[in-house]
């Protein structure tokens, strides 16, 4: 109904933004794994509630038990690797075991199940595991089920070397309060845990799509919007 853009796109060139204009969305972008998770889990090839390991076997036998419910409910236990390491993690190219291993640097926050706690580590993981699943990188999962589907054209993983129209430079605040350019984020560091990059109007297309059924059923938006304690 109403579209505009403020401020600036570009702070160095003043290059104002616009309603095409592509963000990183950060953890936004977790909700989308956990649509897709949803869509699998309709389909039969996913199940909520069994052991992790039985997807990725190679993860530390601590984490053993932790079911795919509870990464996508934060109450897994699994340590938060980005508060391991900082938030500058996000502007490296790292491995699937290098994250891994820096998650198990600390131990488990609780067993798993018995509290709540933000964990990055556990979108991580999640995305992981559909990518097991399908046999494709998650960026090709989340455009074949849900971005072409709905036509998101704007939505995509944030690679910092690929040439993508439209989109807003990065800035952090420093220590001393002054605005900062902050490199694009590695799709390889956060997968779906906050590595997606969208606009306004694609964003108005996913919340249309929220409040319908023709992507996901009544009973898969219950259970994500099921409170837990």
């Known amino acids: 109904v109403y579209v505009k853009a403020y401020g600036l796109a570009n702070v160095e060139l003043s290059v104002p933004p616009t309603r095409d204009t ?13 649509a897709a998770a949803m869509l699998m889990v309709e389909e039969g090839a996913l199940d909520l509630d069994e052991s992790i390991h039985n997807y990725l076997p190679e993860i530390p036998g601590e984490w053993y038990g932790v079911t795919m419910r509870q990464l996508l409910t934060h109450t ?16 490296f190219r790292m491995t699937a075991p290098e994250i891994i291993k ?3 640097s600390r131990p488990m926050d609780f067993p ?3 509290g709540w706690y933000y964990s990055n580590t556990g979108y991580y993981l999640a995305s992981m595991i559909l990518e097991r699943i399908e046999g494709k ?15 998101m054209t704007q939505t995509r993983f944030a690679d910092p070397e690929a040439i993508i129209p439209n989109r807003a430079a ?5 220590k001393n309060g002054d605005l900062i350019n902050r490199p694009p984020t590695e799709t390889s560091s956060t997968l779906g845990a906050g590595g997606l990059l969208s606009s306004v109007v694609d964003f108005a297309i996913w919340d249309d799509a929220l409040n319908k059924t023709d992507l996901l059923s009544e009973a898969s938006k219950s259970a994500m919007w099921t409170s837990v304690v």
């Open 112 to 114: 798993p199940g018995t």
């Open 102 to 104: 820096i998650a198990q």
């Open 170 to 174: 990065g800035y952090w605040v420093n």
């Open 76 to 91: 897994s236990g699994i340590p938060d690797y980005e508060e391991i390491a900082s938030y500058d993690i996000y502007r």
């Open 137 to 151: 990188p998650l960026g090709d999962i989340l455009k074949a089920r849900i971005f072409d589907p709905l036509g």
């Open 22 to 34: 592509v963000f990183e969305i950060g953890s936004i972008s977790k909700q989308f794994v956990a």
